[in-house]
């Protein structure tokens, strides 16, 4: 029998690395307000109150 890890320590390193590393795609990808179309809509909004 061939075994793909030499141990379970090997084995849970290779999981946390690619747990870490989706993580970090996940923070940038997910930007849930971007501040560049907040300031567009507050010159909008003062343009149309002027």
Request: glycine share 0%; aromatic share 6%.
């Amino acid at each position: 029998m061939v075994r793909i890890f030499p141990n379970a320590e090997s084995c849970l390193r290779l999981v946390r690395a690619l747990t870490v590393e989706r993580h970090e795609a996940w923070l940038e990808d997910h930007r849930y307000l971007n501040m560049d179309l907040l300031k567009e809509h507050k010159k909008e909004t003062l343009r149309r109150a002027a």
